[in-house]
């Protein structure tokens, strides 16, 4: 059902933690971050949100990103965490784990590569 243009939607509970514990030498990453100065709504999905508004939401929120000075190191924190809810690194929640299956496959090709090499060796 879609909601009148007039009731503001419902903005889901935000994880209390976007940022995450990990710092260097010029501080934690995430200080950084354009999506600071922006709504953490155009990054998290509202209560029930009509697909063509979650849509034109996750497309505002990845334009947020692309212009991020630290898009990757955002990326590879939502993975590593794994994120499970909204934007992170110009990647919705559902391309992440697109991202994390290509990866454990390749890691799994990778292993089995090394084992036929290790035992072609020893042969």
Do not use: N
Not at 26 to 31: E, K, L
Not at 101 to 118: D, Q
């Amino acid at each position: 059902m879609l909601q009148q243009p007039h009731q503001p939607l419902q903005v889901a509970a935000v994880p209390t933690q976007r940022t995450p514990a990990r710092e260097d030498e010029a501080g934690p990453w995430h200080s950084e971050a354009v999506c600071r100065r922006d709504e953490a709504g155009l990054f998290f999905a509202p209560s029930k949100e009509p697909t063509a508004a979650r849509l034109s939401r996750e497309e505002s929120a990845k334009r947020v990103c692309a212009r991020c000075p630290v898009m990757i190191e955002c990326q590879e924190h939502a993975l590593v965490q794994p994120e499970p809810y909204g934007v992170w690194g110009g990647l919705t929640a559902a391309e992440r784990r697109v991202v994390l299956a290509r990866r454990r496959r390749r890691e799994m090709e990778l292993k089995a590569a090394a084992s036929a090499g290790h035992i072609a060796a020893a042969g």
